[in-house]
């Protein structure tokens, strides 16, 4: 038998516990850590630790929040592409509901929690649905990658499947969902000195340390490591073809260099989200490979790097919708208008909805707007209505 310690990892926050292994057993036992091992800079990281978690939630909520709004409310704001960002919005927005509260909660009372019945089922749920959102971000990245793929890529091709967003929700949260399942079935609640606690128990899944590193392992390649491989991939293509070639269609030389714009900074933005988002999970994932493979290493760590490792990650879900105002004239624009119209006390009018898209008159499927040009009926001139990237669209 032997005793050691380690960061007990629930994938989106780390917390001190002791273990103890019974190998004749194969099975580890949680005990809940002395007061004399929580250093006074703990003690005083936790006022700023809850004002920074404080500032993400109401920056996650609020951003996420409206982009949905201005997407949803928006006709002209309904194409596939944001669409399925509003899926991710809705993801982070659950990442802040969940993950952001459990993480706060065993920063400041361990694992503490509530028992009976309720308090089984709410450890299942929480620590289910505080994975969840990470799996859900990344693969509606996949499916956001593979929409612009074809989009640009083919143009004249009609992907059906893209067409149909809600079929792709629900494919994104039932896979989701099916691989972060196990994290929900190895949480449960002990008693420990007549208090409950709320944290994994992987012996569910055979030998406990063997079950954990397999999940988190598997957790790295399907969530991370894999689909940004793929979704690299995907966009060395797509930036080939909108920086080597012109766009495809018989659009006049002015409306085709506004639809090449368009298509890059839309290019642009997504790949910068997805650039984010793997710096921000990266040192998560750092620490799980740590834990798992060098605990004496991990156990080196100081307090602050722990937390602060956590952290970045968790920063990813508050800093997506400003990301999509900061680098798109669209969404912008729409956010400007959702502001000045609360200023004045009035609702905002609707934007004219986009036409819809695979128009045969232009013979492409990004472009594909039969009004974004007036034909004079005396000189049978071409005249622009409106803003380049109001007259194509998203």
């Given at each position: 038998?032997?005793?050691?310690?380690?960061?007990?990892?629930?994938?989106?926050?780390?917390?001190?516990?002791?273990?103890?292994?019974?190998?004749?057993?194969?099975?580890?036992?949680?005990?809940?850590?002395?007061?004399?091992?929580?250093?006074?800079?703990?003690?005083?990281?936790?006022?700023?630790?809850?004002?920074?978690?404080?500032?993400?939630?109401?920056?996650?909520?609020?951003?996420?929040?409206?982009?949905?709004?201005?997407?949803?409310?928006?006709?002209?704001?309904?194409?596939?592409?944001?669409?399925?960002?509003?899926?991710?919005?809705?993801?982070?927005?659950?990442?802040?509901?969940?993950?952001?509260?459990?993480?706060?909660?065993?920063?400041?009372?361990?694992?503490?929690?509530?028992?009976?019945?309720?308090?089984?089922?709410?450890?299942?749920?929480?620590?289910?649905?505080?994975?969840?959102?990470?799996?859900?971000?990344?693969?509606?990245?996949?499916?956001?990658?593979?929409?612009?793929?074809?989009?640009?890529?083919?143009?004249?091709?009609?992907?059906?499947?893209?067409?149909?967003?809600?079929?792709?929700?629900?494919?994104?949260?039932?896979?989701?969902?099916?691989?972060?399942?196990?994290?929900?079935?190895?949480?449960?609640?002990?008693?420990?000195?007549?208090?409950?606690?709320?944290?994994?128990?992987?012996?569910?899944?055979?030998?406990?340390?063997?079950?954990?590193?397999?999940?988190?392992?598997?957790?790295?390649?399907?969530t991370y490591a894999a689909p940004l491989l793929f979704m690299a991939i995907l966009y060395a293509v797509i930036c080939h073809k909108l920086w080597r070639h012109h766009a495809p269609g018989r659009l006049t030389a002015h409306a085709q260099h506004n639809s090449m714009l368009h298509k890059r900074q839309v290019v642009r933005m997504l790949i910068t989200v997805v650039v984010v988002f793997a710096l921000c999970w990266l040192p998560t994932h750092v620490q799980h490979f740590v834990i798992t493979y060098f605990p004496e290493v991990h156990a080196d760590f100081s307090f602050v790097t722990m937390v602060t490792?956590?952290?970045?990650?968790?920063?990813?879900?508050?800093?997506?919708?400003?990301?999509?105002?900061?680098?798109?004239?669209?969404?912008?624009?729409?956010?400007?208008?959702?502001?000045?119209?609360?200023?004045?006390?009035?609702?905002?009018?609707?934007?004219?909805?986009?036409?819809?898209?695979?128009?045969?008159?232009?013979?492409?499927?990004?472009?594909?707007?039969?009004?974004?040009?007036?034909?004079?009926?005396?000189?049978?001139?071409?005249?622009?209505?409106?803003?380049?990237?109001?007259?194509?669209?998203?």
């Amino acid at each position: 038998m032997s005793w050691y310690s380690y960061f007990s990892v629930n994938g989106v926050f780390s917390n001190t516990f002791y273990f103890y292994q019974n190998h004749s057993s194969d099975r580890v036992h949680q005990f809940h850590p002395p007061r004399t091992y929580v250093s006074v800079m703990e003690e005083d990281g936790k006022i700023a630790f809850t004002i920074v978690y404080v500032i993400l939630f109401l920056a996650a909520f609020v951003g996420n929040v409206l982009v949905i709004f201005v997407v949803l409310r928006r006709p002209g704001m309904k194409s596939p592409t944001n669409l399925l960002l509003v899926n991710m919005a809705v993801a982070d927005l659950l990442f802040a509901l969940f993950v952001y509260p459990l993480a706060l909660t065993r920063y400041h009372v361990r694992g503490l929690w509530i028992g009976g019945s309720f308090g089984a089922f709410s450890c299942h749920a929480m620590f289910f649905m505080s994975h969840l959102p990470i799996a859900g971000s990344t693969t509606t990245l996949i499916f956001i990658a593979l929409e612009r793929f074809f989009a640009i890529k083919f143009p004249h091709k009609v992907i059906k499947i893209f067409r149909k967003v809600w079929i792709i929700t629900l494919v994104i949260w039932l896979s989701s969902a099916v691989l972060m399942m196990p994290v929900g079935i190895a949480a449960n609640t002990t008693e420990k000195n007549g208090k409950t606690y709320c944290d994994r128990d992987w012996s569910a899944f055979g030998y406990p340390a063997k079950a954990q590193r397999t999940f988190y392992d598997a957790t790295f390649v399907v969530t991370y490591a894999a689909p940004l491989l793929f979704m690299a991939i995907l966009y060395a293509v797509i930036c080939h073809k909108l920086w080597r070639h012109h766009a495809p269609g018989r659009l006049t030389a002015h409306a085709q260099h506004n639809s090449m714009l368009h298509k890059r900074q839309v290019v642009r933005m997504l790949i910068t989200v997805v650039v984010v988002f793997a710096l921000c999970w990266l040192p998560t994932h750092v620490q799980h490979f740590v834990i798992t493979y060098f605990p004496e290493v991990h156990a080196d760590f100081s307090f602050v790097t722990m937390v602060t490792m956590n952290l970045i990650g968790h920063t990813n879900p508050a800093i997506n919708p400003y990301l999509l105002v900061g680098l798109n004239i669209r969404y912008r624009n729409e956010f400007f208008r959702l502001f000045r119209g609360a200023r004045l006390g009035v609702v905002p009018m609707a934007t004219p909805p986009r036409p819809a898209e695979n128009m045969p008159e232009l013979g492409t499927r990004e472009s594909g707007t039969t009004s974004s040009l007036v034909m004079s009926t005396q000189g049978l001139r071409c005249l622009p209505v409106t803003k380049p990237w109001k007259i194509i669209g998203w």
